[in-house]
């Protein structure tokens, strides 16, 4: 085998190689990397230039010259900074004039032996090039990477082809020629991969955009939340993956595991979708379509009225009223009011809900319902308040009753079954474990599978603390105003102690002051206390190993 010939096999050789390490690797710029050096080295090219077609023009995207030690754009590259070259011109013709610009729109490849002899092509900026570096741009190989679909993906141009024995410049041979053709149509297939993934990845994320400007107009308080429990989420996901010490000392957060929680978190509520607006937003324990606080209001009302006209029959059933008698009937009416006035304002109060309620207040809730009869439309006679409305008004904790948290707590549900009906690929086949353990604890107490902190994944025990210091601090829900970051980290301490979140992200939330980045970019400046980090309860601000 004459050496000629044996150098081609090589190159056939090196050709088939780089033609699978294109097919396994995922980076888009290494892949970009790999076109521009394989090209080089399979034509012994000097310099090599790669555009990417976008909106109608071709884009510098890498640019290499070895003898002049150029690495522009790429991996390890300088940003470039070229003006694009159009691949239509303004009268809508193509653009012919620059070599590059010509190949793509004829789909065919140029290969110019010396381009100063050429008069087609305009090769002013080659020119300009050479006379700044002190260069000369002789031959060209300009190859258009086309795909199946006859769409150009960009342009692969080669400059100066080295005699491998002499090192002069030289034309492109044929073999030359060939073998980069070949090369293109491997790397447009490739790029049109990368391509379509990342549209279909586009398309997934316009989809959960869809979904959260759905639940927008159902609900804005959903929709806030949505919006903010990533930011919290990737903010602590960066500030464990910088731990060097401690339990989560080996905790790295990939590429993959980011893109995956960042569309966890995004997608983590979307279960409420299905869940009734009127529970969702519901800011009042009577509220449902309307806050039937206006019915308990109108019975107060009723009772006055009842009142008043049993004073003037008393009057009436007298023969001989005293002449005092309005002073005194205006004087017991008046207690009268002022007694139920507290009562109303009483059940007011326990209708807006809170952070906890007395057991007297809630025994007191059932007496008034039980202890004001009033008459109702149909004229019979009723108690203040009906089984529902008072055990409604005597929730401890909040506005929602048992069966409405079951129903809120249902979204989790259904938001599980609603990523797991997605046929997700393989690099993004945990967003279904990451966005399902939000509500899980680590002692195994939370829903809807009860896992324990040994079952939940490090990115899904992130998303738990995400949630909940979002809702705390959230200005917007309808039940609650925002609390300060020392209200927030104190009830999230005691989270930690009673074994609810997971401690070692705890002390990195804290330690890593995400809190204070999240606080001083979202929430209000009377919200942002500089909280006393050594005052949180639970709080280990030392890192061991053990």
């Given at each position: 085998?004459?050496s000629?010939?044996?150098?081609?096999?090589?190159?056939?050789?090196?050709?088939?190689?780089v033609?699978?390490?294109?097919?396994?690797?995922?980076?888009?710029?290494?892949?970009?990397?790999?076109?521009?050096?394989?090209?080089m080295?399979l034509?012994?090219?000097?310099?090599?230039?790669l555009?990417?077609?976008?909106?109608g023009?071709?884009?510098?995207?890498?640019i290499?010259n070895?003898?002049?030690?150029?690495?522009?754009g790429?991996p390890?590259?300088?940003?470039?900074?070229?003006?694009?070259l159009?691949l239509?011109?303004?009268?809508?013709?193509a653009?012919?004039?620059?070599?590059?610009?010509?190949?793509a729109?004829?789909?065919?490849?140029?290969?110019?032996?010396?381009?100063?002899?050429?008069?087609?092509?305009?090769?002013?900026?080659a020119?300009?090039?050479d006379?700044?570096?002190?260069?000369?741009?002789?031959?060209?190989?300009?190859?258009?990477l086309?795909?199946?679909?006859?769409?150009?993906?960009g342009?692969?141009?080669?400059?100066?082809?080295?005699?491998?024995?002499?090192g002069?410049?030289i034309?492109?041979?044929?073999?030359?020629?060939?073998l980069?053709?070949s090369?293109?149509?491997?790397a447009?297939?490739?790029?049109n991969?990368?391509?379509?993934?990342?549209?279909?990845?586009?398309?997934?994320?316009?989809?959960i955009?869809?979904?959260?400007?759905?639940?927008?107009?159902?609900?804005?308080?959903?929709?806030?939340?949505?919006?903010?429990v990533?930011?919290?989420?990737?903010?602590?996901?960066?500030?464990?993956?910088?731990?060097?010490?401690?339990?989560?000392?080996?905790?790295?957060?990939?590429?993959?595991?980011r893109?995956?929680?960042?569309?966890?978190?995004l997608?983590?509520?979307?279960?409420?979708?299905?869940?009734?607006?009127?529970?969702?937003?519901?800011?009042?324990?009577?509220?449902t379509?309307?806050?039937?606080?206006?019915?308990?209001?109108?019975?107060?009302?009723?009772?006055?009225?009842?009142?008043?006209?049993?004073?003037?029959?008393?009057?009436?059933?007298?023969?001989?009223?005293d002449?005092?008698?309005?002073?005194?009937l205006?004087?017991?009416?008046a207690e009268t009011?002022?007694?139920?006035?507290?009562?109303?304002?009483?059940?007011?109060?326990?209708?807006?809900?809170?952070?906890?309620m007395?057991?007297?207040?809630?025994?007191?809730?059932?007496?008034?319902?039980?202890?004001?009869?009033?008459?109702?439309?149909d004229?019979?006679?009723?108690?203040?308040?009906?089984?529902?409305?008072?055990?409604?008004?005597?929730?401890?904790?909040?506005?929602?009753?048992?069966?409405?948290?079951?129903v809120?707590?249902?979204?989790?549900?259904?938001?599980?079954?609603?990523?797991?009906a997605?046929?997700?690929?393989?690099h993004?086949?945990?967003?279904?474990?990451?966005?399902?353990?939000?509500?899980?604890?680590?002692?195994?107490k939370?829903?809807?599978?009860?896992?324990t902190?040994?079952?939940?994944?490090?990115?899904?025990?992130?998303?738990a603390?995400?949630?909940?210091?979002?809702?705390?601090?959230a200005?917007?829900r309808?039940?609650k105003?925002?609390?300060?970051?020392?209200?927030?980290?104190?009830i999230?301490?005691r989270?930690?102690?009673?074994?609810?979140?997971?401690?070692?992200?705890?002390?990195?939330?804290?330690?890593?002051?995400?809190?204070?980045?999240?606080?001083?970019?979202?929430?209000?400046?009377?919200?942002?206390?500089?909280?006393?980090?050594?005052?949180?309860?639970?709080?280990?601000?030392?890192?061991?190993?053990d």
């Open positions: 085998m004459n000629k010939r044996a150098n081609l096999v090589q190159r056939l050789e090196r050709l088939v190689a033609g699978i390490e294109l097919s396994v690797e995922r980076d888009t710029d290494r892949t970009l990397g790999h076109i521009v050096e394989a090209a080295e034509t012994h090219a000097d310099g090599c230039t555009y990417l077609a976008r909106d023009q071709l884009d510098f995207e890498i290499r070895t003898s002049l030690a150029i690495r522009l790429g390890a590259g300088e940003r470039l900074t070229l003006k694009p159009p239509k011109l303004a009268d809508g013709s653009n012919l004039n620059a070599v590059a610009t010509a190949a729109n004829r789909r065919q490849t140029i290969n110019l032996a010396d381009v100063y002899a050429v008069t087609e092509y305009d090769f002013a900026g020119r300009a090039f006379q700044a570096n002190g260069y000369r741009s002789q031959s060209f190989l300009t190859v258009p086309v795909d199946h679909e006859d769409e150009i993906m342009v692969l141009q080669l400059i100066n082809a080295l005699d491998p024995d002499t002069a410049v034309a492109f041979d044929r073999d030359s020629q060939y980069v053709e090369l293109a149509s491997q447009a297939m490739v790029l991969k990368r391509q379509l993934i990342e549209r279909l990845e586009a398309l997934f994320i316009a989809f955009k869809v979904i959260n400007a759905a639940l927008d107009e159902k609900s804005p308080y959903t929709h806030g939340h949505c919006q903010r990533p930011i919290i989420t990737m903010m602590l996901a960066e500030a464990a993956s910088r731990t060097a010490a401690g339990p989560l000392k080996d905790f790295v957060l990939t590429e993959t595991m893109r995956e929680l960042e569309l966890a978190a997608m983590h509520d979307c279960g409420k979708i299905t869940t009734p607006v009127h529970v969702v937003d519901k800011s009042t324990k009577l509220e379509l309307f806050d039937r606080i206006a019915l308990v209001d109108t019975r107060f009302e009723v009772l006055k009225r009842d009142a008043r006209i049993r004073e003037l029959e008393a009057r009436l059933d007298q023969a001989a009223p002449a005092s008698w309005r002073e005194e205006a004087a017991r009416q009011e002022a007694e139920l006035d507290a009562e109303r304002d009483f059940l007011r109060r326990a209708n807006l809900g809170g952070e906890a007395s057991a007297e207040d809630v025994a007191r809730v059932h007496a008034l319902g039980e202890g004001h009869r009033w008459r109702n439309p004229g019979r006679e009723a108690p203040l308040l009906d089984q529902e409305e008072a055990a409604m008004l005597a929730i401890t904790y909040g506005t929602l009753s048992e069966a409405e948290r079951a809120i707590n249902r979204h989790i549900n259904i938001t599980i079954e609603m990523l797991e997605l046929p997700w690929p393989k993004l086949r945990h967003v279904t474990e990451y966005a399902g353990g939000h509500h899980e604890r680590m002692d195994g939370g829903y809807p599978r009860g896992l902190g040994d079952q939940m994944s490090i990115p899904a025990r992130i998303m603390i995400a949630d909940v210091f979002e809702a705390l601090t200005r917007d309808p039940y105003p925002g609390k300060t970051l020392s209200e927030t980290l104190t999230l301490g989270m930690k102690l009673d074994q609810h979140i997971d401690p070692d992200l705890f002390d990195v939330f804290i330690r890593e002051r995400v809190y204070a980045d999240y606080a001083g970019r979202y929430l209000e400046p009377e919200q942002n206390d500089d909280p006393d980090t050594r005052s949180i309860p639970g709080y280990n601000a030392h890192v061991t190993d």
